[in-house]
């Protein structure tokens, strides 16, 4: 038998086999661009955000207040609850800063009660319509 020697392949597999052992090793799964303890702490300072902004529209929707303006509106609060769940994280922030607002102006005595009923009336019906169109 005679072999035939091809220097063309046996280049390539040369080159090849030099690119794969030259290479650097690749990085270990535990390294990352962010490390997971920044990731780690950025999920917590979100979620405390989510949870403080929740409480505090709750809050509003739980006054007396609130409790009478929905009643006559003929809105359940189980549905503005439901609807404050489904919120997205900027949608939650924004009813949030409306509502710490709207305690301001309440606290400064800014809003009389009937005011204040138009007002709560009509975040709510904003809300349960957000969740609406985007369910």
């Not at 979100?46 to 303006?69: C, K, M, T, Y």
Request: charged share 20%; proline share 3%; aromatic share 2%.
């Amino acid at each position: 038998m005679v072999s035939r020697f091809n220097s063309g392949k046996l280049a390539a597999t040369l080159a090849v086999t030099l690119a794969l052992t030259s290479a650097p090793p690749a990085a270990s799964a535990e390294e990352h661009v962010v490390p997971l303890t920044e990731l780690s702490g950025r999920l917590a300072q979100s979620a405390a955000e989510r949870d403080a902004n929740r409480r505090s529209v709750a809050r509003l929707f739980s006054s007396p207040e609130a409790a009478g303006a929905l009643k006559n509106a003929g809105i359940d609060r189980a549905t503005v609850d439901a609807a404050i769940a489904l919120l997205s994280e900027a949608e939650l922030a924004r009813l949030a800063s409306r509502a710490a607002r709207l305690e301001a102006d309440v606290a400064a005595g800014a809003l009389n009660n009937q005011q204040l009923t138009y007002v709560i009336i009509a975040l709510a019906t904003a809300l349960i319509v957000t969740i609406i169109f985007v369910a």
